[in-house]
């Protein structure tokens, strides 16, 4: 009975993270320092890196 109860609590905490996903993002990233380090280690990956450059410089 115990395991199914938490069974149930961690689905019902999945459920409400899920709804709420895009606000507890803004919440996170609402902090400067944060926010910086997100876009930082976001592009020092490579792929993202060259697809955004293609896109931005693109020669016509």
Same mark, same amino acid.
């Given at each position: 009975?115990? $395991?199914? +109860?938490? *069974? *149930? =609590?961690?689905?019902?905490? =999945? +459920?409400?993270? %899920?709804?709420? $996903? !895009?606000?507890?993002?803004? #919440? #996170? +990233?609402?902090?400067?320092? #944060? $926010?910086? +380090?997100?876009?930082?280690? %976001? %592009?020092? *990956?490579?792929?993202? $890196?060259?697809? =955004? *450059?293609?896109?931005?410089?693109? !020669?016509?």
């Amino acid at each position: 009975m115990q $395991r199914f +109860l938490l *069974l *149930l =609590l961690g689905f019902a905490v =999945l +459920l409400v993270g %899920f709804r709420f $996903r !895009y606000r507890f993002v803004n #919440i #996170i +990233l609402g902090n400067p320092f #944060i $926010r910086g +380090l997100a876009v930082s280690s %976001f %592009f020092k *990956l490579p792929f993202v $890196r060259e697809k =955004l *450059l293609n896109q931005v410089f693109r !020669y016509s």
